[in-house]
């Protein structure tokens, strides 16, 4: 009896133990999982979402706040003349299999993203540096084609993130970066599971192990939180469901911002929708606060151009394209479009899914059809963004200020305006911040009257994680679940 009576005690004692044990693992929620692990080399969120901050670092880094902070540099000096950039690295940097992190594998990473072979969907990043050099391992000095003031911000990107030169080529399905954690293993449909990296050169991170686990069904992730079956969903699917999660002592919702524009893209080269006047209908048949309150049960905030409207440097341009469906229907028998039918291709986040049919009814109610197509992931970044193969999809752009992508005619909505282009090349070389803003709002105006896409509504960051967690980001000033500060609270 009293061997019985002890073996059981030792058996709370541990069972106790090990519960206190694994606080310092989490499990993570995500809507998509990533085509790859490579950020350098693919244009889906979801790898980021996964890899930024956590398995790979970059020159700079942004912080939860957006700002601009030192990462694999400890410093920067700029030229006189402002096109000379060098960066002091940190020492005793080593990748995860042990080798060193040197200036030649910056030149290398930076070299390979603006090679002419380079497959970096963010290729335009690189487009202003001339030439990179690596005088000792821990100097990289970069010289550029023009003064440009934005060149931290772009080195922040995780499509800019250091890759190492001897394994590189295994980034997609086996990262090997600098970060906090390391790569444990890729369970393909369900997880990716990372851990800390103990020899980590900078702060090391609380947690000792990170399950990252894909669910797409809203109805699914409402029931894998409640269940605790994940302690975080950083973008939760299912808005519908947070008032219940805020009357739940067991969990906290946080509801911050993001830099995701939320947007009808238009292919402006299939057929019809070449015509500005059928773009434009299309523009004044949406009613954005239908979307928002139908789809995102009021989280979103309705934007009239490509552009974050907590930037500064912000224009509301929604009369340009107020809802107005008489407007609609004149302006497509106009054009000769009355009984015009489209190809809408939806991918799998909510936002896209509900926000889909709801825009199908509003474009039929000014005699537009459309023909729904739902997509997995893969294949909407294999048609629709890469093949453009569609006339319409709904998507959410979450890069940082990145209207900078309208001055690329061979992206997926095929917008081609060399007036565009200059505005661009006239922000790369401007510095001062008054006339930054001024070209920015040009910017703004010029696709908000080109009636590139229909603008939607600027995402919002709706998470719900257990109530002892702390240190995940409120806002995404970038598309990433940071875990570099997350921890229990006990």
């Known amino acids: 009896m009293f061997n019985r009576l002890m073996n059981a005690l030792a058996a709370l004692v541990l069972g106790a133990t090990a519960a206190l044990a694994a606080k310092d693992t989490i499990s993570l929620g995500m809507v998509l999982e990533p085509p790859n692990l490579d950020p350098t080399a693919g244009a889906a969120a979801a790898i980021d979402e996964v890899v930024y901050a956590n398995i790979f670092e970059g020159l700079t880094r942004f ?61 335009a990043l690189f487009a202003g540096i001339e030439n990179v050099e690596a005088p000792d391992p821990r100097t990289v000095r970069i010289t550029l084609k023009n003064p440009d003031g934005s060149f931290p911000f772009k080195m922040a990107w995780g499509d800019a993130v250091i890759l190492s030169r001897k394994t590189a080529d295994q980034a997609a399905t086996h990262p090997i970066g600098t970060g906090p954690f390391r790569f444990v293993q890729w369970v393909k449909g369900d997880r990716v599971e990372i851990e800390r990296n103990p020899d980590y050169w900078g702060t090391p991170a609380r947690l000792s192990r990170a399950t990252f686990r894909f669910i797409s ?83 979103g905030t309705p934007i009239g151009t490509h552009f974050a409207p907590h ?47 709801i825009i199908a009814a509003q474009l039929r109610a000014v005699g537009i059809e459309t023909e729904i197509t739902n997509l997995e992931w893969a294949q909407w970044l294999e048609q629709v963004f890469k093949g453009k193969d569609y006339d319409l999809t709904i998507v959410s752009h979450t890069e940082p200020m990145d209207i900078g992508i309208y001055a690329r005619p061979e992206y997926y909505f095929q917008y081609d305006n060399p007036a565009f282009r200059n505005l661009m090349e006239q922000l790369d070389l401007a510095t001062d911040p008054a006339k930054r803003a001024a070209i920015l709002g040009a910017a703004q105006a010029m696709i908000a009257r080109d009636y590139v896409n229909g603008y939607l509504f600027q995402l919002a960051k709706t998470g719900v994680a257990n109530a002892q967690i702390r240190g995940l980001w409120e806002n995404a000033p970038t598309q990433a679940n940071d875990l570099t500060a997350v921890y229990w609270e006990e």
């Open 63 to 123: 912080g939860p706040d957006g700002s601009i902070r030192p990462a694999l540099a400890e410093s920067w000096e700029i030229s006189g003349d402002g096109k000379v950039y060098t960066f002091t690295l940190h020492g005793g940097v080593t990748f995860h299999d042990g080798t060193p992190m040197e200036a030649a594998d910056v030149k290398f990473s930076l070299d390979r993203a603006r090679a002419e072979n380079s497959t970096n969907a963010q290729k």
């Open 217 to 299: 069904d809203p109805n699914a992730a409402f029931a894998a939180v409640m269940a605790g079956d994940v302690d975080a969903f950083p973008n939760f699917p299912a808005p519908e469901t947070l008032e219940q999660f805020k009357a739940d002592p067991r969990f906290r919702v946080i509801v911050g911002s993001t830099e995701g524009e939320t947007i009808l893209s238009t292919n402006n080269k299939a057929g019809p929708l070449a015509d500005i006047r059928v773009r434009r209908a299309i523009a004044h048949a949406i009613n954005r606060q239908e979307i928002i309150d139908g789809a995102m049960f009021g989280y």
């Open 311 to 357: 930037n500064p440097a912000h224009v509301d341009l929604r009369a340009l394209s107020q809802y107005d469906p008489d407007l609609s229907r004149s302006l497509l028998k106009e054009a000769g479009q009355e009984g015009l039918k489209l190809r809408l291709m939806l991918p799998p986040p909510t936002y896209a899914r509900r926000g889909g049919e």
